[in-house]
């Protein structure tokens, strides 16, 4: 049950494990873009810029979303863009892997901060993976992968 108790639990999973999870899914979408030679950046997000450092943008509403834009791809292809959509997903689960790993070895105490990571992590990967549209030219990125391979449309902008 939900108490006045657990509302500091509620604000520190909410201002920081989300957009932590979000900034590590938007990183697999970029770190792809780079790999392949684009250029992009990665809003953390909605509203006014704070400050920007590089392809990073922290926003005003920093918790409420994120996303990437990118373009110019030098080996620009199907299968690159496949793996620029799908890489915010690769990377949520590859650091819930790891952290799963940390946590068996020892290495790491299980903790409620470490459950919360994990559950959103999964949560971050269901729905990027949900085939929708969140707006007009702002696909999840299982609709852009759907997208790409039935239409051959490439999405430069992905949540």
Not at 16 to 36: E, W
Not at 61 to 69: A, E, K, R
Not at 144 to 153: D, N, P, Q, R, V
Request: net charge positive.
């Amino acid at each position: 049950m939900f108490t006045l108790k657990d509302i500091p639990t509620f604000f520190w999973s909410f201002f920081l494990v989300l957009p932590l999870v979000s900034i590590i899914h938007q990183l697999g979408h970029t770190f792809f873009v780079l790999i392949f030679g684009g250029k992009g950046s990665l809003d953390l997000g909605r509203g006014r810029v704070l400050f920007s450092i590089g392809f990073f943008k922290l926003r005003k509403l920093y918790f409420l979303d994120s996303f990437c834009d990118y373009r110019d791809l030098k080996v620009d292809n199907k299968l690159t863009h496949a793996l620029v959509y799908l890489g915010g997903t690769f990377f949520n689960l590859l650091t819930v892997f790891i952290l799963n790993t940390l946590i068996a070895e020892g290495i790491l105490p299980p903790n409620l901060f470490f459950y919360q990571f994990a559950y959103f992590s999964v949560y971050f990967v269901f729905f990027a993976l949900l085939p929708v549209h969140y707006g007009k030219g702002h696909p999840s990125d299982g609709k852009a992968l759907i997208e790409l391979i039935k239409y051959g449309t490439k999405n430069d902008l992905i949540d």
